[in-house]
């Protein structure tokens, strides 16, 4: 496989990095589960987050299939994260928009995006990592991309170290990772 041509690969290449099996790890949109099952085999425990029942149903499925144990499933925005972690946080992943197949109105926002944002780096260890997945070619994903970029940009980097990743040569608004890892 060639990591660099699926965006879904080099995110996991470098979470793989950032995790060991003592890591907390949150996925704050588990969706169908794929990378809620991926995470919950390299780490000590996930909190895994998603405002649709369907969604966490069908992660709870692929998790049993694969008899994982270590996840907490939490129907409810991740924008209330700091209700249900209590832990430092090693890892969190975003991977934003609607789930792929499901309902399209059902769809990540910019506002509960950057509060849960906000609470995932005041819990985030040090050299832990965010990752957000932007997926804009929606009109809520535009704004919710602008909003990240704009938060992102304007964090201290004193405090933080932040990388953006784009597809300059692919056509239709392709996705875009933004990373922020803590210095100190
Ligand atoms: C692109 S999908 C995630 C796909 C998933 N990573 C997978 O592997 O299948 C985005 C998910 O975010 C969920 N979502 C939307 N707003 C949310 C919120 N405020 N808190 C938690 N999940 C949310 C949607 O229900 C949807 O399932």
């Known amino acids: 496989m060639n990591v660099l041509t699926k965006n879904s690969e080099i995110v996991r290449m470098i979470w793989d990095r950032y995790i060991n099996e003592e890591s907390v790890v949150i996925d704050a949109t588990c ?4 990378d809620t099952l991926y995470l919950a085999l390299r780490a000590n425990k996930v ?7 369907e969604a966490i149903d069908n992660t709870d499925k692929l ?3 694969h008899d994982i144990e270590n996840v907490v499933l939490i129907c409810d925005s991740h924008e209330k994260i700091d209700e249900y972690v209590s ?5 969190a ?18 506002e509960s995006t ?15 990592l965010v990752c957000l997945t932007l997926y804009w070619g929606h009109p809520e994903g535009k704004l919710e991309r602008e909003a990240v970029l704009k938060y992102a940009e304007e964090l201290d ?4 170290h932040v990388v953006y990743v784009s597809f300059p040569n692919q056509k239709n608004t392709p996705p875009e990772i933004v990373m922020i890892t803590r210095k100190k």
Not at 31 to 34: A, E, H, K, Q, R
């Open 63 to 65: 998790l049993k299939e």
């Open 157 to 160: 980097s004193s405090i933080y």
């Open 114 to 128: 950057l509060i849960s944002l906000e609470k995932v780096l005041n819990k985030l260890s040090v050299s832990g």
């Open 31 to 34: 969706g169908n589960g794929n």
């Open 93 to 110: 992943v975003y991977n934003l928009g609607y789930l792929p197949k499901g309902n399209k109105e059902i769809t990540t926002n910019a």
């Open 47 to 53: 909190y895994a987050f998603d405002i649709q029942q």
């Open 87 to 91: 832990e430092n946080i090693d890892l």
